[in-house]
C-alpha cells in the first residue's frame, strides 16, 4: 500500500513535510520488512538517491514509550537523514530485556514502514522510519530484527527509551553509543518524584539506578539526552566564571543549591561536585520544574553569588553573577523550543563519550552514597 | 572521584567539554559606513545572528561611523529596522550602539570616536579591545586606517587588548594601487592587525574543498599531471549588474569576481596539503601556488584570454536588457562582464595541465563549480561504436547551489549488448546535512572578532592575485582583444568556446 505525497503536519516553521509511502503487516518477517523498504524507495525515484549518516534505532518497553520517541524522532526528521528503527517489546512484561522470569508468549513482528521527506531551505532530505512491534522472546535478540535492516557503514546510535540496557544486551554491543535520557528513564526516576515544585530537600537518584548508568558508561558510550539540554546551564555558569576577575571564585565555592527534576538536578549536581570538587555536604538539592544552580563562593576578600535559572514563563536561561552584592555580569541563552527533538539532533550529531558526563555521574554516585545536607 | 586539577585557580573547571562552540571576547565593533548598503544588509543581520546564537560576549558593542546626521537612537532604530524580527538577543546588542557622526578625513570624528571607545570601555566592559569594519567605498580605506593611527587608535591602548581592522575586496584595482593601499594601512596598522575579506571563503562549500582534498585519501593521489587532463573552474551568475551599475563600470568582471573570488577557488585547487589546516599553514601554500601561475606574455593576451559584454537576451524566462541598457551604463560602454581564460601552472604537480576559467553575468544559470576532467584511459578495449556515450571520468565540485561532489564514470547500459555510457553519482552536502551552515558573513566577521585569519586574505596573496592580472589589465588598456558580445541567457562569447576548442576539448554545460 502506498500513499504518494500526502502531506504531513508541518514540523517546524519554514519546513515541509511529506509521507512519501508507506507499508504495513502483521506478523511480519524481517524480509518482507527489508523488501517494503526497497519497494517503497523504488517506487519514489526522489528517494532513490539521497545521502544518510546515520541509524537509529529506538528500544521501548511499550507503545507509549514508542510512540513518545516517535514523536520526537519526527520532528527531528530534517536534522536526521538516516533510517529510523522504532522497536516496542510489547505483550507480557516478561517479554522485555532483563526480565526474562516471565511469562513469554509466541514471538511475532507487526511492522510498519513510512518513507518521509523533510524539505527546509531549498534543500531535501529523505528518512525513512520502521516500526516493530515485537512480542515474544524475540525481545531477547533484538540485533537479529534490527542488523538485516540497517543502512549499511552507517553509525548506529540505540536510544533505550524506557529501560537501561541489561550487560551483554546484543544490540548494545553492536551500537556505536548508547542514548538513554535521566529525566524521562523509568527504572532511574523515582516515582514519588513527580516534578512538581516544592521547596522540601530531597535526595538525588536512588543508588541502584545511577549505578546502572555509571556501569553502563564503563561498557559504552553513553550521551544523556539530559544532560544534552542541560548544556545551556553548564555553559551559562561556565560563562559566568569566565572572566578572569571571576574566576577565583571557582576554587572558593562554599555552598551549592541545584533545583530541578531528579535526572537533571542529580546530573548537575554530581557536574558541580565534580568540577569544583564539592564535598555532599555543601550541596543541597530541591524538587522544582525547572533546573536552577546557585553557587555561594567567597575569595580572601570577597564573596560572590552565581545563579543560573529557567523561568516558568519563557525559553530564556538566565544567569547572573554578583560580587559582594553588586551585580556585575548577566548572561542570557535561548533554550529550544522543542528541547526533546533539539537534544536527539545534538545527540545524533555528536555520538561520543563525554568525559565530562562520565565524571559528573560518576560524582553524583558518591552523592547518592553519602546523602548531601537535608 | 574528582577530576580537578591543581591548576584549577588559572583555569575555569567549569568550561572543560564546553569549548566547542565559539564565541567573541568582550569588544568594540566600529563600523565605518554605518549608515550604507552593507551594514543594512550584510554585516548587522550578521550581528544579530550571532548574537541570536550566544556567540557574542555581553561585553559586545557596536559604534556605527557614517557622514549621516544621527543620534545613538537614531542608529538603533536604523538597526532594529535592517534584522526584521531580531529577537531579545538583538534587542539587548542594539542597546548597546553608538553613533558618531562625521567626516571620514575630519579629525573631530576621530576624538569623538576616541571617546565613545574609553566611555563603552568603562560602561559595557569592552577591555580595550576593536574591531574596525571598514565597509565605506573602497577609494577611502586608507583615509580612514591613517586617521585611526593618527588618533592612536590604531594600537592597543592596554596591556593584553587588541585592535583588528577588517576590510572588504576591492583590495586596490591594480597591483601598484594594491601595495599603495597596503602600505598605507600598513603605517598605521601590522599585516597581522589587517583582516582583508573575501566573502566566498566563508562559504562552507569553499572550505570544503580542503575537507574533500586533505581529509580524504582517494582524491590527492590522482589530483595532478598525471591523471588529470584539464580543470574548469565556472563562477556563473544569471543575474545582471541591475543596481551596482555605476560600481561596475569602474571594476568589470575581471576586478570584481576574476582577481578574488575566482583565484582563491583557484588557489585552493591547486596548493599543496599543509602541514597544518592553520592561518599561515593554509596560506603559505595558497600564496606558492598562486606563485606558480605562469604569467602571460603580453602578446599571449589575445589568444588565451576572452572579454565578452551581454546584450540583450532572455534569462530563465524573462526578457532582459543588455549590459549598455542597464542604469548607469554607459551605451558605448566596453566594460567586460565576462571572462574566460586559460593559465598554465609551472609546478610538479600541475605542469602541462591547462586551468580554464569563466565567469560571467547573465550566463544561462548561476553556478560556481570547479571540474577536474581526468584523462581517458591508455587503451579503450571496446569498439569505438560501444562507447559512444561515454566521456572522460570527471569530479566536480559544486560550491553553489546545491552544493556538493558529482563523479563522473562509465557503466555499461544493461543488455545484451555491451554499450557503455557515463553516469553521474551526486552527493549533495544539503541531503547528507540540514544543520544550518552558517552565513558567510556571519562566519567571517566571528573570526575576525575571535582573532583567526585563516579565511582572510594575506597582503602577499592579494599581490599574486593581482599579479596573474597585470598583463591582462595592461592589454585590455590598450584595446586587445576587443569585447565581444554575447547574448544574455547564453553560457557566453563564442570567442570563449574557440579558446578551449583550440585544444580540443570543450566547456561543460553545468
Same mark, same amino acid.
Given at each position: 500500500?502506498?500513499? /504518494? ?8 516553521? *519554514? ?54 520517541? /516517535? ?26 530485556? *532483563? ?25 531535501? =532530505? ?34 533505550? =527509551? ?39 530537600? =530531597? ?48 576554587? /572558593? ?122 | ?11 575555569? %573547571? ?10 567573541? %571576547? ?111 567605498? @573602497? ?16 594600537? @592597543? ?35 597581522? #592587525? ?5 566573502? !566566498? ?19 590527492? @593521489? ?9 580543470? #574548469? ?30 583565484? #582563491? ?8 596539503? @599543509? ?113 559512444? #556515450? ?38 549533495? !552536502? ?55 558580445? !554575447? ?24
Amino acid at each position: 500500500m502506498t500513499d /504518494g505525497g500526502v502531506p504531513a503536519d508541518a514540523a517546524s516553521p *519554514g519546513e515541509r513535510r511529506r509521507h512519501l509511502g508507506a507499508w504495513s503487516a502483521r506478523n511480519a518477517t524481517v524480509g518482507q520488512v527489508s523488501g517494503a523498504l526497497d519497494d517503497l524507495r523504488q517506487a519514489e525515484q526522489r528517494a532513490a538517491t539521497r545521502t544518510s549518516v546515520v541509524n537509529l534505532v529506538v528500544v521501548a518497553a511499550d507503545e507509549d514509550d514508542a510512540r513518545r520517541a /516517535g514523536t520526537a524522532m519526527r520532528r527531528l526528521g530534517s536534522r536526521h537523514p538516516g533510517r529510523t528503527l522504532v522497536l516496542a517489546c510489547q505483550d507480557s512484561p516478561g517479554a522485555r530485556p *532483563g526480565d526474562p522470569g516471565g511469562k513469554v508468549g509466541p514471538s511475532g513482528v507487526d511492522a510498519e514502514v513510512t518513507l518521509h521527506q523533510v524539505g527546509a531551505a531549498g534543500r531535501t =532530505v529523505w528518512w525513512d522510519e520502521v516500526a516493530l512491534s515485537v512480542r515474544g522472546r524475540l525481545c531477547e535478540h533484538l540485533d537479529s530484527v534490527v542488523e538485516p535492516l540497517l543502512l549499511p557503514e552507517l553509525p548506529l546510535a540505540a536510544w533505550y =527509551v524506557s529501560d537501561l540496557p541489561r550487560p551483554g544486551d546484543p544490540l548494545a554491543v553492536v551500537a556505536d553509543a548508547i542514548l538513554v535520557d535521566a529525566r524521562s528513564a523509568r527504572h532511574l526516576d523515582d516515582p514519588a518524584d513527580s516534578g512538581g515544585s516544592g521547596s522540601e530537600e =530531597v535526595g538525588p537518584l536512588r543508588l541502584g539506578g545511577l549505578t546502572g548508568l555509571v556501569e553502563l558508561t564503563r561498557r559504552h558510550p553513553v550521551v544523556d539526552l539530559s544532560w544534552v539540554r542541560l548544556e545551556p546551564w553548564r555553559r551559562a555558569l561556565a560563562q559566568l566564571l569566565d572572566p578572569p576577575d571571576l574566576r577565583p571564585f571557582a576554587a /572558593g565555592v562554599t555552598e551549592v543549591e541545584v533545583a530541578g527534576r531528579l535526572g537533571p538536578r542529580t546530573l548537575l549536581a554530581g557536574w558541580l561536585a565534580d568540577r569544583l570538587g564539592l564535598v555532599p555536604s555543601s550541596i543541597a538539592l530541591r524538587r522544582d520544574v525547572h533546573a536552577a544552580m546557585s553557587l555561594k563562593a567567597a575569595t580572601d576578600r570577597h564573596r560572590a553569588t552565581f545563579r543560573v535559572e529557567r523561568r516558568p514563563d519563557e525559553r530564556l536561561v538566565r544567569a547572573a553573577a554578583a560580587v559582594d552584592g553588586a551585580p556585575v555580569l548577566e548572561e542570557t541563552m535561548v533554550q529550544a523550543d522543542d528541547a526533546l527533538s533539539w537534544s536527539l539532533a545534538r545527540a545524533l550529531t555528536h555520538l561520543e563519550r563525554d568525559p565530562v558526563y562520565d565524571h559528573a555521574i560518576h560524582a553524583a554516585l558518591g552523592l547518592a552514597a553519602s546523602p548531601p545536607a537535608a | 572521584m574528582t577530576s580537578l586539577d591543581s591548576n584549577r585557580l588559572a583555569s575555569n %573547571p567549569l568550561a572543560e567539554g564546553l569549548d566547542s562552540e565559539r564565541r567573541s %571576547p568582550p569588544l568594540v565593533l566600529v563600523i565605518f559606513g554605518a549608515s550604507g548598503d552593507l551594514t543594512a544588509r550584510k554585516i548587522l543581520p550578521a550581528l544579530a545572528r550571532l548574537a541570536t546564537r550566544r556567540a557574542l560576549s555581553p561585553a559586545v558593542a557596536v559604534v556605527g561611523v557614517a557622514r549621516t546626521e544621527m543620534s545613538d537612537d537614531d542608529f538603533r532604530k536604523l538597526a532594529i529596522d535592517a534584522v526584521p524580527g531580531g529577537g531579545p538577543a538583538w534587542d539587548s546588542l542594539v542597546s548597546r550602539c553608538r553613533y558618531v557622526a562625521g567626516g571620514y578625513t575630519d579629525p573631530g570624528t576621530f576624538a569623538a570616536l576616541g571617546r565613545v571607545l574609553e566611555e563603552l570601555d568603562g560602561s559595557v566592559g569592552t577591555a580595550g579591545n576593536r574591531v574596525y569594519y571598514l565597509a565605506t567605498v @573602497p577609494g577611502i580605506f586608507a583615509d580612514i586606517a591613517m586617521a585611526l593611527g593618527r588618533h592612536g587608535l590604531s594600537r @592597543p591602548g592596554r596591556q593584553g587588548a587588541f585592535v583588528r581592522l577588517v576590510i572588504e575586496k576591492p583590495f586596490g584595482r591594480d597591483l601598484q594601487s594594491a601595495q599603495r593601499l597596503d602600505r598605507d594601512i600598513h603605517q598605521a596598522f601590522d599585516e597581522g #592587525q589587517v583582516y582583508r575579506i573575501d566573502h !566566498y571563503l566563508g562559504k562552507e562549500t569553499v572550505q570544503n574543498v580542503l575537507a574533500l582534498r586533505f581529509a580524504n585519501a582517494v582524491f590527492e @593521489p590522482i589530483w595532478n599531471r598525471r591523471y588529470v587532463d584539464h580543470v #574548469q573552474v565556472t563562477v556563473a551568475e544569471s543575474l545582471g549588474v541591475g543596481h551596482r551599475g555605476g560600481f561596475y563600470e569602474t571594476a568589470g568582471a575581471l576586478r570584481d569576481i576574476v582577481q578574488n573570488h575566482v583565484m #582563491q577557488v583557484l588557489a585552493l585547487t591547486l596548493m599543496e596539503p @599543509p602541514a597544518t589546516v592553520d592561518a599561515e599553514g593554509i596560506r603559505d601554500e595558497k600564496v606558492k601556488a598562486l606563485r606558480a601561475v605562469e604569467l602571460l606574455a603580453p602578446d599571449a593576451v589575445t589568444t588565451e584570454v576572452v572579454r565578452g559584454q551581454y546584450g540583450p537576451g532572455w534569462v530563465a524566462g524573462e526578457e532582459v536588457p543588455g549590459y549598455r541598457g542597464e542604469e548607469e551604463v554607459d551605451e558605448e560602454s566596453t566594460t567586460e562582464t565576462y571572462v574566460a581564460m586559460r593559465l598554465k601552472v609551472d609546478n610538479w604537480r600541475w605542469a602541462g595541465v591547462p586551468f580554464y576559467l569563466r565567469t560571467g553575468k547573465r550566463l544561462a544559470r548561476r553556478v560556481t563549480e570547479v571540474a577536474m576532467q581526468f584523462q581517458r584511459v591508455p587503451h579503450l578495449p571496446f569498439a569505438g561504436r560501444q562507447a559512444r #556515450q561515454l566521456g572522460p571520468n570527471a569530479l566536480v565540485l559544486r560550491i553553489q547551489p546545491d552544493e556538493g561532489i558529482t563523479l563522473r564514470f562509465g557503466a555499461k547500459v544493461p543488455g545484451a549488448a555491451f554499450d557503455l555510457r557515463s553516469v553521474s553519482m551526486d552527493f549533495s !552536502y544539503g541531503a547528507a546535512f540540514l544543520e544550518e551552515a552558517p552565513d558567510a558573513y556571519e562566519r567571517l566577521l566571528l573570526d575576525a572578532m575571535v582573532g583567526d585569519p585563516t579565511l582572510f586574505i594575506r597582503t602577499d596573496e592579494v599581490d599574486q592575485a593581482w599579479r596573474i592580472m597585470e598583463p591582462v589589465l595592461d592589454s585590455w588598456a590598450r584595446g586587445q582583444p576587443p569585447v565581444a558580445q !554575447y547574448d544574455a541567457g547564453t553560457w557566453g562569447p563564442r570567442d570563449a568556446d574557440r579558446l578551449i576548442e583550440r585544444d580540443a576539448r570543450q566547456w561543460r554545460t553545468p
